[in-house]
C-alpha cells in the first residue's frame, strides 16, 4: 500500500502561482511515476502532469510552459509548481502513484486550487 498526502491547494488570482506538494510514503518501488491529474466541476479527470523515478516529465498541452512537476526521491515528494494561473485551472488537483512494477496506481483525496479573475 501506498498512502498520499497532498499539499498546497488554495485560492489565488489569474496570474498568480501555487506550488502543490505530494507525499509518498509505504510500499514504494525504485521504479515508479508519480503525478497530477485534475477534476474541474461538471467534467472528466484529466492528466495534469507526470514525472517518472528517472525523472522523465509529461504535461498536458493546456499546462506546457507554465507549470512544472519535480521531484525529490530521498522524501519521495512530488511537486507542481504552478504559473501564470488561468480561471480554467480551477478544479481539484489529485496526486497520482504508479508502480511500474507491479502496475498498481493510488491516488490521494485531492486539494482545491481556485483561481478568480
Known amino acids: 500500500q501506498v498512502q498520499l498526502v497532498e499539499s498546497g491547494g488554495g485560492l489565488v488570482q489569474a496570474g498568480g502561482s501555487l506550488t502543490l506538494s505530494c507525499a509518498a510514503s509505504?510500499?514504494?518501488?525504485?521504479?515508479?511515476?508519480m503525478g497530477w491529474s485534475r477534476q474541474a466541476l461538471g467534467k472528466q479527470r484529466e492528466l495534469v502532469a507526470t514525472i517518472t523515478s528517472g525523472n522523465s516529465t509529461n504535461y498536458a498541452d493546456s499546462v506546457k510552459g507554465r507549470f512544472t512537476i519535480s521531484r525529490d526521491n530521498a522524501k519521495n515528494t512530488v511537486y507542481l509548481q504552478m504559473n501564470s494561473l488561468k480561471p480554467e485551472d480551477t478544479a481539484v488537483y489529485y496526486c497520482?502513484?504508479?508502480?511500474?512494477?507491479?502496475?498498481?496506481?493510488?491516488w490521494g483525496q485531492g486539494t482545491q486550487v481556485s483561481v478568480s479573475s
Open positions: 509505504g510500499s514504494i518501488s525504485s521504479l515508479n511515476r
Open positions: 497520482n502513484y504508479y508502480n511500474l512494477w507491479n502496475h498498481r496506481d493510488y
